[in-house]
């Protein structure tokens, strides 16, 4: 039998749904997301990390880090917007859920997070 969500796990659910809209539906709504949640951080800010270290050290002498940061997702999502394979947002600012499930419909024990994938994927870099 499913638990009911505590009333102060709902509130802080319709908190972050007011904020950053409803829970995204494909990977374009997700990238959106990601960019809406680290709106005021600057585009140098890494979030996705291939490597460090494997290429050496810079000119500026710290290890040089492969990977995605937010200017490259902002970028990507610019050349995403209004391709015809994926369903645009009027912005990039805006997520939009694709029907009126409501978030966490599909999930009957939202507190149980056994079911968070947290392995690595891929293969070794080396």
Known sequence: MPRSVSASTAAIRAAVEEKFGPRP??????????????????????LVTASK????????????????????????????DG???????ASANEI?????????????DPADESDVDTAVKGPAPF
């Not at 391709?83 to 947002?89: M, R, Y």
């Open 25 to 46: 539906t494909n990977s374009y709504e997700s990238l959106l997301h990601v960019l809406k949640w680290f709106a005021d951080q600057p585009d140098s800010m890494q």
């Open 96 to 108: 939009t859920q694709q029907d009126d499930t409501p978030v966490g419909a599909d999930d009957p």
């Open 83 to 89: 391709a015809e394979a994926l369903p645009a947002p």
């Open 53 to 80: 270290g494997l290429y050496g050290k810079g000119e500026d002498g710290k290890q040089i880090v492969t990977g995605l940061n937010l200017g490259d997702l902002r970028e990507i999502a610019k050349m995403l």
